[in-house]
Structures are given as structure tokens and as C-alpha cells.
Nanobody, 118 residues
Framework: VQLQASGGGLVQAGESLRLSCAAS????????MGWFRQVPGKEREFVAG????????KYGDSVKGRFTVSRGNAANTVYLQMNNLKPEDTARYYC????????????WGKGTLVTVSS
């Protein structure tokens, strides 16, 4: 199983970015996937997640109303639309997936860096 997150970059506060997560190596069906972010020295934070089939989107409190997770047209592709970005959204963003129902997020991509300037 391989995941690749892309789409990060440097933006100003209030602007938008869309991250992509492309997964390969198996059929993911309705397994849960998640977007997480981490800043050096801080714990990893859950940002958003859904099932690969598009069901059950959920969001961390800090991004509700600003971020939207959605399924792409291509198989095994998920997007994270990030609007009204804030400097505190600066982090490396990772996508991850579970490969068994009820299991941990056990497959992770390398992440993409998002930097929001004030």
C-alpha cells in the first residue's frame, strides 16, 4: 500500500489550497482514510477523514467550516479543500488509511508541507 499526498505550498492567510491523496496497492472500498497534520515538537492532529467511498466525512474542531474532504473522480483519490487558511494551519499534512475495519491508521504517505503566512 502506498499513499502520496501533494498540493502543499506557501500561501497567505485567507487563501485556499487543495491537497490530494492518491493511494495504490489495493482496493480500499469503504475503509476509513484520514488527513492529519503535524508541526515539529507537537503531537499529530487529526484534520479530516472519510471512507474511501466518500461516506462519513468528519472534521477536527479547528478546521470545521473551513476544510472539506471529498472523493476524487479517479479511484483511490481523496482531496482536502482548505479555505480561509490561517497561520496556525501551517504544518506538514499527511494522508493515511486503515486497511482493516476497526484497525489503526497503518499506512501513511510522506506528507506535504503547507505554510500560511500572516
Amino acid at each position: 500500500v502506498q499513499l502520496q499526498a501533494s498540493g502543499g505550498g506557501l500561501v497567505q492567510a485567507g487563501e485556499s489550497l487543495r491537497l490530494s491523496c492518491a493511494a495504490s496497492g489495493r482496493t480500499f472500498g469503504s475503509y476509513p482514510m484520514g488527513w492529519f497534520r503535524q508541526v515539529p515538537g507537537k503531537e499529530r492532529e487529526f484534520v479530516a477523514g472519510m471512507r474511501w467511498n466518500g461516506a462519513g466525512p468528519k472534521y477536527g474542531d479547528s478546521v470545521k467550516g473551513r476544510f472539506t474532504v471529498s472523493r476524487g473522480n479517479a479511484a483511490n483519490t481523496v482531496y482536502l479543500q482548505m479555505n480561509n487558511l490561517k497561520p496556525e494551519d501551517t504544518a506538514r499534512y499527511y494522508c493515511a488509511t486503515q486497511t482493516a475495519y476497526g484497525g489503526p491508521y497503518n499506512a501513511w504517505g510522506k506528507g506535504t508541507l503547507v505554510t500560511v503566512s500572516s
